[in-house]
């Protein structure tokens, strides 16, 4: 069975640094792309940006480039969403999931049960 | 990038009834790459519809997808309980794949 377990919530102050993770487990985390989607309170979803395990390969929407960065550490399976100053403006749940089809644009098959993260004074 | 438009922005039904959902692209999505996706607070996403017609596994058959081009559009044939809920649009034909802003489906 596929899962992606997702780190827990976090509570950070304007300007600290933040790293959430999405494990991934029930396949083989090197062959399918990893995406994260950003849900602000109240709002729809957004498409942040994805990796492939395999080589770190990452593509990022203009909207997010250059505010986030992804990884991974394929060594235990997992994907990271990193923030080097967090705003207020990033309070939100952050999902990872996964497509079952190859390539990077494909729908997502599988999802994390979502990070909340909350960045407040 | 594609901005897509989702209508109405909530839609208040009975359950059996019949619900129709749409969502305009900002330009021609390649291929048909649009997908649907049924959202409960407190749950993760789940995919309904792939390639715009395609019921994802498990997906119950009351649940269709049609459209091509700038339209797209989910029905619901016969609204259950557990079918009201926030509906997505997302196009993956172009990079980023966006999402559209959502429909409520609510309980009339």
């Known amino acids: 069975e596929v899962q992606l377990v997702q780190s827990g919530a976090e509570v950070k102050k304007p300007g600290e640094s933040l790293k959430i993770s999405c494990t991934g487990s029930g396949y083989s985390f090197t062959t399918y792309w990893i995406g994260w989607v950003r849900q602000m309170p109240g709002k729809g979803l957004e498409w942040m940006g994805i990796i492939y395990p395999g080589d770190s390969d990452a593509k990022y929407s203009p909207s997010f480039e250059g505010q986030v960065t992804i990884s991974v550490d394929k060594s235990i399976s997992t994907a990271y969403l990193q923030w080097s100053s967090l705003k207020a403006s990033d309070t939100a749940i952050y999902y990872c999931?996964?497509?079952?089809?190859?390539?990077?644009?494909?729908?997502?098959?599988?999802w994390g049960q979502g990070t909340l993260v909350t960045v407040s004074s | 990038e594609i901005v897509l438009t989702q209508s109405p922005g909530t839609l208040s039904l009975s359950p059996g009834e019949r619900a129709t959902l749409s969502c305009r692209a900002s330009q021609s999505v390649g291929s048909s790459k649009f997908a649907w996706y049924q959202y409960i607070p407190g749950q993760a996403p789940r995919l309904l519809i792939y390639d715009a017609s395609n019921r994802a596994t498990g997906i119950p058959d009351r649940f269709s997808g049609s459209g091509s081009g700038t339209d797209f559009t989910l029905t619901i044939s016969r609204l259950e309980p557990e079918d009201f809920a926030v509906y997505y649009c997302q196009q993956y034909g172009s990079s980023p794949g966006t999402f559209g802003q959502g429909t409520k489906v609510e309980i009339k």
């Open positions: 999931a996964r497509p079952e089809r190859g390539g990077y644009l494909q729908p997502f098959d599988f």
